[in-house]
């Protein structure tokens, strides 16, 4: 049976604090604009312009919100498709969802990693769609979508085979300072059904367009090594304490 460890999901509270705080600057324009009619604010034209300019400012940071809004909750709906994926994996993994590492300078949190018999894995959940198209040595790949009405948007994201090579390194230095000297792999999971890749990748630059293609990737992976339960629980426990997780604040 599968061990799966959840950890706190920083974004969850974020996504929930900018929906509220869209309510809020949303129905605020409403409520100035009935104010100023009501009382009639135009009249004074000093007061009529701070009220303007109100309703102006509420109107922006309502589109700076709603943009935050967009980014944050599509990336944990991204990490739920992972997290439901993962579940129907068979076997006696030890699996952290949502992990926080850091080695000296290096900080960053893994959406997932996995430990098997056959090894670890990284697993990083991007839910972003539209044309995908970029390099493995590129500092940023392309995001171009293309709606109905013939509009073409086209904005840039961080390199992940970049940041999942950051993230595996962090990883490999925790558990080799604790005398773990164990191969890590890392895949890049595209959750959308709407994204398309036109990637140049290397070899061993895993990625995974749904999520049956994940789950065959996790289910046939094998490094060629073969880890005993007690060094899988010995990698769970010095990843425990690297990350300053505690059984208080887990789920399993």
């Known amino acids: 049976m599968n061990k799966i460890i959840r950890g706190r999901n920083a974004n969850t509270g974020k996504v929930k604090a900018l929906f509220v705080a869209q309510v809020i600057m949303g129905v605020m324009p409403v409520l100035l604009l009935i104010l100023f009619v009501w ?3 135009y009249q004074t034209p000093i007061v009529g312009t701070v009220f303007i300019v109100l309703i102006f400012l ?7 919100l709603a943009r935050n809004y967009a980014v944050l909750s599509s990336g944990v709906k991204g990490e739920k498709r992972l997290f439901r994926t993962v579940k129907k994996l068979h076997g006696t993994n ?8 850091r080695y000296k300078r290096g900080r960053s949190e893994l959406d997932m990693l996995i430990v098997n018999h056959s090894g670890v894995i990284i697993v990083e959940v991007k839910n972003h769609s539209g044309t995908i198209s970029g390099s493995w040595g590129d500092d940023k790949w392309t995001q171009r979508k293309h709606y109905r009405d013939g509009k073409v948007t086209e904005t840039f994201m961080d390199n992940p085979i970049k940041q999942m090579r950051r993230q595996r390194d962090i990883v490999k230095s925790i558990l080799g300072a604790a005398g773990e000297n164990v191969w890590i792999d890392s ?21 995974c367009s749904d999520s049956a293609e994940l789950l065959a990737f996790l289910r046939s992976y094998d490094n060629g090594e073969t880890l005993s339960k007690s060094r899988m629980e010995h990698i769970e426990q010095i990843m425990r304490e690297a990350a300053g997780l505690d059984h208080t604040i887990l789920k399993k």
């Open 39 to 41: 009382k009639k604010l």
């Open 94 to 101: 030890i699996v952290f969802h949502n992990l926080p590492v």
């Open 58 to 64: 509420c109107n922006t940071v309502y589109i700076v």
């Open 187 to 207: 895949v890049l999971y595209f959750s959308s059904p709407n994204a398309r890749l036109k990637l140049s990748l290397r070899e061993n630059d895993y990625v």
